[in-house]
């Protein structure tokens, strides 16, 4: 018996249960439905991939035909790959992980349970979308977790400004939706199909590599990709999505929601592959961002937008992989990454929680000691993230920095940037670490993290330290073979190795034993605005905010008293002025009446006469 | 019979109403409830004396024996105007719906109304009444009868219980209404006169008129009166003018019943009379209809944001829903117009359950003005996932009704005029705009503590937990909806085939 419909039923059920509830159940119960479930949810997935690697079979399962309209018939229905196990593998157990920490975190919060239906229902979703068998039910998860990221971003409804980083969050992500929905609409139109397998055999079928169709196609699903990824053009939600809780911004905004668009390109890679323009446009988007991102992230003090900055860069990566067609690669960097950006993450939630909501990082300080465990934790996600050698992120981007350098023509140029970007991840990973945690102590803290937030920093530390090892079953997937990269000249990938630890170096120099100093850099009139500029994310909020929302908002307002009324108006006043002026006619005067009647008879007459002559 | 029963019915039922009064106060909801109750009561018992495999059947638009059911009574015999009633799958579907959405409307206003609560309920049902005639009436004479039947109790509902502006509204919305209709009349003589030179006899019965070549200048100006009377009570930019006024000032059983099912008569016209009466017309007309269609998506989500009055809002974003009615009749092949039917049915509950909100608001904090409101979720918390759960569904989110009539329309729109499925799809953006500016005015923010409210007692939460599972059940599992429409569609489209712009894929 199929059993895969229970993996995504717990998590719901759990929501459902904790919604109809609305709070009324004892915070221990809703402990252990919101993680419990997950937790189940996570066995299943492991009982799953336990028999995955064993056979390697695809499971398929179809629980009913959502809607069947001549060929039109997307089912509810799921498809179990390779890479399917391996995403399913990150949200369940990161996702656990991450509602065990939650516990422990959100203990005081009065909205306990509604956090805990939120994050199940976000669960559930994610894992709808990975699962789906074909566009349209992996386009129901990418919305449903949508609406969950805003729920959740929003959560703390009181602060306007976090619902506007909510609604932010959700519109701009729906822009890339919209492109997202059109080539969905093109692919049914085209091809008369959704789902995912028949649709790539299809397209294989009636395309060739380089036609329109495959381009525009492609085109519009890497719309909705980067709007979900957070990657240029639609990149400037993610910094303001922090507003939400910190553990959400773990599970959402790092580890499963925002890989989306990597998961989308990696599922349709075939497609992807019959339009080496768009591969192109998905290298270059991905290569931009990751610069783009890393030097913002070097400008900034609040410790999640940091993190922020850092996961926008590191997905660049992913997309560049994809770009490049190092599908593997770049799915093996989705599941490090979501190792060690959870485990950052989890590790700035501790010191938020344990610093009185302390985000500045000028402000912490001396908290190695302090908070060991919080310490140990971000040493190891730092030295992931920043790809130092044997860490888990060090296999990952090693294996795209590769694969790009064989790509044909522009690949020294992508290699490059790579590792400019590899340069500045290592220098902001560290500066955050010897800002926070040496020097001397500007904030004490009140409280040390309790056993429900260690234990999954421990674990995710072991993860992020070790994760690189991990063998995902991809080869079946993915059928073209990886790039072979023992052609590579070994210069290359000592440099690639050689990177990070220059920037180890200079933060070292820069932040912790303060031998160099930009401080005149930093302080110059020059230095400010760059600064600025940076710290903004180059501006992209005031761009949009005077090209898109500012004319919107504009022309409603001008709008908003119905300008269409005025035509309806115009023909009221009409009557009405006809209407006074026949009024002036009937006065009650006799002799007014007379006149116009000889008036009236002159002209009758007058008219029969000319006729009759 | 049973269709002439059921209207004199509800027409007997607001009469018994309206005197039950004077035993007593709380009386007529009860008895209005109850009719609306049993009318939906004696549809189910009639669906289930028919075989299943009816259901099914493609019934012949040209022998209304081959429908579900089929009436004829003599009327004036001189004239060929004859009592024709008949349903099909879709009039069935939409018969139901109306049903169903009275007795929310009833719950709705269930303590608003102080002022002669049965004159009210009366022109509840009698309304009720109008619109299932207007869906089951055959013959065109008949039909325009209870087209402006409809009319008269909705503006006394408005005129009479309706709030600051009533009297303006009510006189905007009859003007337009009324206005309209006289177009169509004109149209449905001339029909009726031309077909009598084609045909040799008088008659005004839609199985007689379906498929007379008509003289093809003359049809397009038939086909222009229907098409406005229609459009306007769709209403579609940019005749939608009379519909922000007369909602925001209908009391909330007005609104529900005017969104709900009043809307849906001009997309059935369209559906049922306008483009299979003309189909050449129409096909020539289309693309002007479809940009109609596509303006008024995008017109009504742009201006739903502007609006600072919460049922205003909502009024508008049913303007920009509708838009994707008319363009998915008008694409006309089989996924646009299963969405277009789909559409009326989600719209209907989504839409009853926000002005159900608004009323709801309104009766606590005793207005409509968004910039007054913010933080209620605090005090009200199951108002406010409610609301949260309405605004979802309006800005289509998949898994709820709307998103599967969306896509539909849109998915079949694409076939054929793929750049208005691109402008009506920048619709979506908007819809996420407005509704969660809505959310964020009014249950977001920093709680006002002025503004203590009570939350939904468990009559308005039952009420709402029906339109939520509706919805949730209409977005995963459609099918019923879609199978008993299609038969219908099916037999409607043969009208118009193949042809370059309105064919399509399927």
């Excluded at chain 1, 990938?493 to 100093?517: C, D, K, N, Q, V």
């Excluded at chain 2, 979802?392 to 079949?412: C, I, M, T």
């Amino acid at each position: 018996m199929n059993l895969l419909w229970l993996i995504p039923m717990f998590p719901l059920l759990s929501a459902v249960l904790l919604i109809v509830t609305a709070g009324r159940l004892p915070k221990q119960l809703v402990a252990i439905l919101g993680a419990g479930s997950v937790g189940a949810a996570a066995v299943c997935v492991a009982l799953l991939a336990n028999d995955f690697f064993a056979d390697g079979q695809i499971r398929e399962l179809t629980l009913w035909t959502w809607i069947a309209l001549d060929n039109f018939t997307p089912g509810i229905s799921f498809y179990v790959d390779g890479l399917t196990v391996v995403m399913m593998s990150v949200i369940t157990g990161v996702g656990f992980l991450i509602h065990l920490y939650s516990l422990e975190f959100m203990a005081d919060d009065e909205s306990f349970s509604r956090y805990f239906a939120y994050m199940n229902l976000f669960v559930a979703a994610m894992l709808l979308l990975v699962m789906a068998d074909n566009l349209l039910l992996l386009y129901l998860g990418w919305e449903g977790v949508g609406v969950c990221s805003y729920l959740l971003v929003g959560f703390w409804y009181r602060d306007p400004n976090n619902g506007k980083a909510a609604r932010k969050a959700f519109v701009v992500t729906r822009v890339g939706d919209v492109a997202m929905a059109l080539g969905l609409f093109l692919l049914f139109t085209e091809l008369g199909t959704l789902d995912i397998q028949p649709l790539m055999a299809a397209a294989n079928n009636q395309w060739q590599v380089g036609d329109t169709l495959p381009i525009l196609a492609t085109a519009l699903l890497l719309g909705g990709a980067v709007g979900k990824s957070a990657q240029l053009p639609l990149q400037t939600w993610l910094p303001d999505a922090m507003a939400g809780p910190t553990p959400v911004s773990a599970l959402i905004h790092a580890a499963t929601m925002v890989t989306a668009g990597v998961y989308l390109i990696a599922r349709t890679h075939e497609l992807f592959l019959l339009a080496p323009p768009t591969m192109m446009a998905v290298a270059w988007v991905g290569l931009l961002t990751l610069l783009l991102a890393a030097f913002a992230a070097l400008a900034q003090n609040d410790i999640k937008r940091i993190l922020a900055y850092s996961t926008i860069s590191q997905i660049g990566y992913m997309f560049l992989a994809m770009g490049v067609g190092a599908f593997s690669a770049g799915i093996f960097h989705l599941m490090t990454h979501a190792f060690f950006k959870a485990l950052l993450f989890l590790a700035a939630g501790a010191i938020i929680h344990c610093l009185h909501h302390e985000h500045d990082i000028l402000r912490m300080g001396g908290l190695r000691k302090r908070l060991p465990v919080v310490f140990a934790s971000f040493l190891i996600g730092s030295a992931a993230l920043a790809a130092l050698p044997f860490t888990s992120g060090f296999y990952s981007k090693d294996a795209i920095l590769l694969s790009a350098w064989l790509t044909a023509d522009i690949g020294p140029i992508l290699w490059l940037g790579g590792l400019l970007g590899a340069l500045l991840t290592a220098i902001y990973s560290f500066r955050l670490v010897f800002i926070v945690f040496f020097g001397h102590a500007n904030t004490e803290p009140d409280r040390q993290p309790g056993l429900k937030m260690s234990i999954p920093l421990i674990l995710l530390c072991v993860l992020a330290a070790i994760g690189g090892w991990i063998n995902i079953p991809l080869t079946e997937v993915f059928a073209s073979p990886p790039s072979d990269h023992s052609l590579i000249a070994h210069s290359v990938e000592y440099i690639g190795i050689a990177t990070p630890l220059l920037g180890l170096l200079i933060a070292y120099l820069l932040f912790l034993s303060r031998a160099m100093s930009i401080a005149k850099l930093t302080e110059s009139t020059a230095g400010q605005a760059i600064q600025g500029f940076l710290r903004s994310g180059w501006r992209f909020d005031a761009l949009y905010h005077y090209t898109l929302v500012w004319p919107f908002v504009g022309i409603a307002r001008l709008c908003k008293n119905e300008p269409v009324d005025q035509i309806y108006n115009a023909i009221v006043c009409t009557l009405k002025w006809f209407h006074r002026r026949l009024i002036i006619v009937q006065n009650g005067e006799l002799r007014w009446y007379a006149t116009t009647m000889v008036f009236g008879i002159v002209i009758f007459v007058a008219m029969i006469l000319r006729h009759s002559l | 019979m049973s269709l002439l029963i059921l209207i004199a019915f509800l027409i007997v039922g607001g009469l018994i109403a309206l005197f039950s009064e004077r035993i007593n106060e709380q009386l007529p909801r009860w008895v209005s409830l109850a009719i609306t109750i049993l009318a939906l009561g004696y549809i189910w018992l009639f669906c289930r004396q028919l075989p299943i495999e009816s259901f099914s059947v493609i019934p012949n638009p040209t022998d209304g024996s081959s429908w579900l059911i089929h009436l004829r009574l003599e009327w004036i015999p001189r004239f060929g105007i004859a009592f024709e009633l008949a349903m099909d799958g879709l009039s069935l579907l939409l018969v139901v719906l109306t049903l169903l959405l009275g007795i929310i409307a009833i719950s709705s206003s269930w303590v608003e109304i102080k002022f002669k609560p049965g004159l009210f309920q009366a022109n509840v049902l009698w309304s009720l009444a109008g619109v299932i005639g207007v869906f089951l009436a055959m013959d065109l004479f008949l039909f325009f009868l209870f087209w402006e039947v409809m009319l008269i109790p909705m503006y006394l509902l408005i005129a009479i219980w309706g709030h600051e502006d009533k009297a303006y509204a009510a006189m905007k919305f009859f003007i337009f209404t009324q206005f309209s209709g006289l177009l169509m009349l004109l149209s449905i003589v001339t029909i009726a006169w031309q077909a009598a030179i084609i045909n040799g006899s008088y008659s005004f019965s839609y199985f007689d008129l379906l498929g007379v070549p008509f003289d093809s200048s003359l049809a397009f100006w038939m086909m222009l009166g229907f098409f406005i009377a229609f459009t306007v009570k769709l209403p579609s930019f940019p005749f939608h003018t009379w519909l922000p006024d007369a909602h925001t000032q209908a009391p909330t059983a007005g609104s529900v019943l005017l969104a709900g099912i009043l809307l849906k008569t001009g997309a059935y016209g369209l559906l049922r009379f306008c483009i299979p009466l003309f189909p050449e017309a129409s096909m020539e007309f289309a693309p002007i209809a479809m940009a109609l269609g596509a303006a008024g998506v995008i017109y009504g989500a742009v201006l739903a944001f502007a609006q600072t009055d919460f049922k205003r809002l909502v009024a508008y974003s049913s303007v920009s829903h509708m838009g994707f009615v008319l363009l998915g009749l008008y694409a006309w092949n089989n996924l646009a117009l299963q969405g277009a039917v789909m559409q009326m049915v989600a719209h209907g509950v989504s839409t009853a359950a926000l002005f159900m909100m608004a009323g709801a608001l309104q009766h606590r904090l005793h207005t409509r003005d968004m910039n007054q409101m913010g933080g209620l979720w605090h005090n009200a918390p199951r108002m406010g996932a409610c609301a949260m759960f309405f605004a979802v569904a309006s800005l289509g989110l998949p898994g709820l009704g709307n998103f599967v009539a969306e896509f539909l329309v849109l998915v079949g729109l694409f076939a054929v005029q793929p750049w208005f499925a691109v402008i009506a799809t920048l619709g979506l953006i908007g819809a996420a705009v407005y509704s969660l500016w809505m959310i964020q005015k009014t249950f977001q923010g920093e709680p006002n503590n002025e503004l203590v409210m009570a939350d939904f007692g468990v009559r308005e939460m039952g009420t709402m937990a029906a339109m939520m599972i509706a919805l949730i059940w209409l977005g995963l599992y459609p099918q019923p909806v879609l199978d008993l429409a299609q038969p219908v569609l099916d037999s409607l489209r043969v009208f118009l085939v193949a042809s370059p712009q309105l064919g399509g894929v399927s």
